[in-house]
């Protein structure tokens, strides 16, 4: 390499300063900005060492959360992992907040610092900032503040009713992460700080004026008309909102026995399930943006002079572990890789708009051949979750690269079938039901509370929707009821109802359950 083409280089060696950071990150923002058209939130680039790394995994990879005897837990099994060689740790780790905060380990060469600076200070930034469920569900510029003022107020909580009292709570919560969102009607935004401060006046209120007296109502007695007892039912249902979805969100406002500093540790708890609610919808889009951006940026760097060859194959070689692909019988095989199928998809689309195919123009003909690649790209990275984003745009060129097909099966049957082969009618239906696979609303389990007689048994009917025949593995129902139980404070009931027929399935409640 001839002395003019060195001194464009970004840097010379695997050895990092901040100078020469700062140097590859204007380089970047420049093609990611002006060249892919990316709108991103301010950076904040953060280095941290393997353990403060280990530390970020342990605790959802949230900066300043709160202290739980299970983050504890997963810092020592990923360390142990981690020491012992059976998996290495993430290069980079960003958070979804306005200025976007990415942190990069101190162990990588300066190459690696290029190659996340691009993957997640402008790709992951890019999709967070734009994707309309984040734009909708999320709100990043209150999530730093919030979780600052939810670490106070837990530690708080610790001091004045001490730390079992806390983890007994939030255990229950943990418990119910997954059913403690809303799918189908938006949360409301979190509070600014001063509201944030009128909350903690409130709550510093109610627990001085908190009276039980309210509980020890007479239970009605006589035999009630059943006219009667309808109405009040469906009355009942009325003023609760039943049914309802979020059993976070019902027991923190209708539970009989939580106090108020309870109630709030569960609205912590799902508010934080409700941030990375979105990022469970888009696991493909997000990854496959953020690593079509980073392959893009670095290629545009080799070829502007401004990377060696060493640093490109560096970068490469790692590009390229991240999206491998295993085949079935591969030991390592563990499903479709959410990187390998999302930058596919993404590199898909470029090679539509500018070199397709006749099938290309039959199956695409809005942007076979238009060359708008980046149009198409910002269009589907704001406008879909993966789900729509597979149904629109994987291709049969994808399908057969993948060599994709489908497979049912009946439980009464020794065998698999092959329904669907790579034909005009197979590829639509191997492209629907991959769509389907990664549709979180269809695949979680629908479990709501449907009714709850406060002057009555008090007991919490809960209703699970069985789709598919697909039941609830007994122990983790059991444990899970329990924890609805000491949250709720009064036995919990649940019915397996099959989606299709309307039969009841099954029926458990916590009075039938061995303390």
């Not at 209150?142 to 079992?164: D, N, P, Q």
């Not at 809005?366 to 269009?379: H, K, M, N, P, V």
Request: hydrophobic share 35%.
């Amino acid at each position: 390499m001839g002395k003019s083409a060195a001194s464009k280089l970004l840097f010379h060696s695997s050895d990092w300063n901040f100078k020469t950071l700062s140097h590859a990150y204007d380089a970047i923002e420049t093609i990611a900005l002006d060249e892919l058209g990316l709108d991103v939130y301010p950076n904040q680039l953060e280095i941290i060492s393997s353990e403060q790394m280990l530390d970020a995994y342990s605790s959802v990879g949230m900066p300043l959360m709160y202290q739980h005897w299970s983050f504890g837990k997963r810092f020592v099994f990923e360390e142990h992992s981690y020491r012992k060689g059976h998996h290495g740790l993430a290069y980079e780790l960003v958070i979804n907040s306005n200025p976007c905060i990415t942190y990069l380990m101190e162990e990588n060469t300066m190459a690696m610092q290029t190659l996340v600076t691009a993957h997640a200070a402008f790709g992951h930034n890019h999709f967070f900032k734009n994707n309309y469920l984040f734009r909708q569900w999320t709100d990043a510029s209150a999530i730093l503040s919030y979780m600052e003022f939810a670490k106070k107020y837990i530690t708080k909580c610790e001091e004045r009713h001490g730390t079992s009292a806390v983890e007994a709570v939030l255990d229950s919560a943990h418990a119910l992460m997954d059913q403690g969102v809303f799918r189908y009607r938006r949360p409301p935004r979190l509070s600014s700080k001063k509201e944030q401060e009128r909350a903690r006046e409130r709550l510093e209120y109610e627990e001085q004026t908190y009276s039980d007296l309210w509980r020890t109502l007479p239970r009605a007695t006589g035999r009630p008309d059943p006219a009667e007892a309808e109405r009040d039912a469906l009355e009942r249902k009325k003023v609760l909102n039943l049914p309802e979805e979020n059993l976070l969100y019902f027991l923190e406002k209708n539970s009989l026995i939580l106090e108020p500093w309870q109630r709030e540790l569960l609205r912590i708890v799902r508010v934080i399930a409700q941030y990375f609610y979105p990022q469970r919808q888009t696991k493909v889009m997000n990854e496959g943006c953020a690593t079509f951006v980073h392959y893009t940026i670095i290629n545009r760097l080799f070829d502007q002079g401004k990377v060696s060859e060493g640093a490109m194959l560096e970068m490469l070689h790692s590009h390229s572990s991240v999206v491998f692909q295993p085949h079935f019988d591969d030991p390592r095989f563990s499903g479709l890789n959410p990187y390998a199928l999302g930058f596919s998809l993404m590199q898909e689309i470029e090679r539509i708009c500018n070199h397709p195919t006749s099938e290309d123009r039959d199956w695409f003909p809005q942007i076979a051949g238009s060359g708008q690649w980046r149009e198409t790209l910002l269009d589907a990275w704001a406008n879909h979750r993966d789900e729509s984003f597979i149904l629109q745009y994987l291709s049969p060129h994808l399908i057969r690269k993948f060599r994709l097909f489908l497979l049912t099966d009946q439980s009464d049957e020794k065998y698999c079938e092959v329904a669907s082969i790579h034909n005009e009618r197979g590829y639509e239906a191997i492209r629907k039901a991959l769509a389907k696979s990664y549709d979180v609303g269809a695949n979680q389990q629908d479990i709501q509370v449907v009714d709850v007689d406060l002057l009555g048994d008090r007991q919490l009917r809960l209703q699970h929707t069985i789709k598919n025949g697909v039941l609830l593995e007994e122990s983790n129902r059991d444990a899970t009821l329990r924890h609805i139980r000491h949250l709720w404070g009064y036995d919990v009931s649940l019915a397996g109802v099959d989606a299709e027929t309307g039969a009841v399935r099954y029926e458990c409640s916590t009075a039938q359950l061995s303390s």
